[in-house]
C-alpha cells in the first residue's frame, strides 16, 4: 500500500511531460509564403521527479519482547503504563490507508510540517517552503527551518496556501521542473530535495489499543521502535573516564560519545508476543 502511495509521487512524471509535449511548445508560423512569422516562446512545464535517496530507517541496537501474559504480573517489565507508552510510538508508525489490515506499517520517519506551498507541482505535488523538527539527532532527518522540500498532498490546494500537515518523509527526490516564483521565473532547474506525504497514522485510543492485543494474540507480528535510555558504553554510565596520573590523582577525561550524561539514546525494536 505504502509503495503505491510513492508511486503516486513518482510516476504522475510521465503522464505530465507526455501533455506538455503534446501540447505545444511548438513554433507557430503563420501566414503564407513564410513572409510573417511568429514564434512562441518555449517554455517546457514538465516535472520529473525521481528518487535520489531512500529515507534512512534507524539500526536498531536493541530487540525486546513485549509479552502480554505476563502483564502487570510480579517481576516482569510488562506494565500497563508501559504498554500504553509503546502503543502510542506505535500508532505514529503506522499509515492509515486502505490495505486489509487498515494500517500499514510507515516506511519513513512520520512528522509534522509546517508549510507555504510556492509552487504547483500537479497531481498534489507542491514545491513548498516548510519547516519540521529533526528526528534521531539528524540521522533520520535533519530539521526543516524555512526549507525547501516537496509535498505530496491529500487534497488540491493553491500556491500561498499555508498548513500544518502530518506526513511521512519518503527520502529524498531529485524534481527537474521549470520554475514559476520570483525570482527564479522561467528557470528550468533540478533540486534535490526532502520529499513528504501526507497521511493519517492510527489513534491512540483505548479501543484501538484492545483492537491491538486482539491483533496480537491472534498472531499478527507487530512491532514498535523507540529510542531508551542506555548506559553509555565507552564511560560505563559515569559521564567521563580517567587517565592514570604520575604521582597525582587521575585525571577525568569527559566522555565525549554520551555528552557526559553517562546514556545514551539507543534505537530499541519491541515485538509483540501474546
Ligand atoms: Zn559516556
Not at 85 to 114: C, E, M, W
Not at 131 to 145: F, M, Q, R, T
Not at 235 to 246: D, L, N, S, V, Y
Not at 258 to 265: I, R, Y
Amino acid at each position: 500500500m505504502i509503495k503505491r502511495l510513492l508511486l503516486v509521487l513518482m510516476a504522475s512524471a510521465l503522464s505530465t511531460s507526455a501533455q506538455t509535449t503534446s501540447f505545444g511548445v511548438k513554433a507557430t508560423p503563420v501566414g503564407q509564403k513564410g513572409v510573417t512569422k511568429v514564434i512562441e516562446e518555449e517554455v517546457d512545464n514538465s516535472v520529473v521527479i525521481s528518487t535520489f535517496r531512500e529515507a534512512p530507517s534507524p539500526a536498531t541496537k536493541l530487540s525486546r519482547t513485549f509479552q502480554l501474559s505476563k502483564l502487570n504480573k510480579v517481576g516482569f517489565t510488562e506494565t500497563t503504563k508501559e504498554l500504553q507508552r509503546l502503543f502510542a510510538a506505535y500508532t505514529v508508525q503506522r499509515i492509515v490507508d486502505g490495505s486489509p489490515a487498515g494500517s500499514s506499517k510507515a516506511t519513513g520517519h512520520v512528522t509534522t510540517v509546517n508549510y507555504a506551498l510556492l509552487q504547483d507541482l500537479g497531481d498534489n505535488r507542491f514545491l513548498a517552503k516548510a519547516a519540521w523538527p529533526a528526528a534521531d539527532s539528524n540521522e533520520i532527518l535533519a530539521a526543516g527551518v524555512d526549507t525547501m522540500a516537496i509535498l505530496l498532498l491529500d487534497k488540491p490546494a493553491k500556491v500561498g496556501d499555508t498548513g500544518k500537515l502530518t506526513s511521512m518523509h519518503v527520502g529524498t527526490v531529485s524534481l527537474l521542473f521549470t520554475a514559476n516564483y520570483p525570482p527564479l521565473v522561467g528557470k528550468r532547474l533540478t533540486l534535490r530535495r526532502e520529499a513528504f506525504l501526507e497521511c493519517a497514522t492510527l489513534e491512540d485510543s483505548p479501543a484501538a489499543l484492545q483492537k491491538f492485543i486482539e491483533s496480537v494474540n491472534a498472531g499478527a507480528e507487530l512491532s514498535v521502535l523507540t529510542y531508551e535510555q542506555a548506559a553509555c558504553k565507552k564511560c560505563a554510565g559515569f559521564g567521563f573516564t580517567r587517565e592514570p596520573q604520575k604521582g597525582q590523582l587521575d585525571k577525568r577525561i569527559d566522555c565525549v560519545d554520551c555528552a557526559k550524561t553517562g546514556k545514551l539514546s539507543v534505537a530499541s525494536e519491541t515485538k509483540f508476543v501474546p
